[in-house]
């Protein structure tokens, strides 16, 4: 028989919204660990949503900014 995987959601844990720190009414500022573990899953998964977002600017740190080019860098095949 197949299961029902519809779950309703409740909004964030009060856990999770004590670490925001509101920017604006539009944005929020939050530990990228934080983000991690649902963007890997998201992606790993395939699903939809996250190519809704996929045009979004955000915003990083300088050093990050380097890192993520260098790893980039070192990713593609040599020639």
Do not use: C
Request: no cysteine; hydrophobic share 40%.
């Amino acid at each position: 028989m197949i299961q029902n995987r519809l779950r309703i959601y409740y909004g964030p844990d009060e856990e999770a919204t004590e670490t925001l720190a509101p920017l604006s009414p539009e944005t929020v500022s939050v530990p990228l660990g934080e983000v991690f573990p649902a963007l890997i899953d998201a992606l790993e998964n395939e699903r939809t949503w996250v190519r809704d977002f996929k045009d979004d600017e955000i915003t990083l740190s300088t050093d990050l900014y380097k890192v993520i080019l260098a790893y980039q860098h070192l990713q593609r095949p040599s020639a």
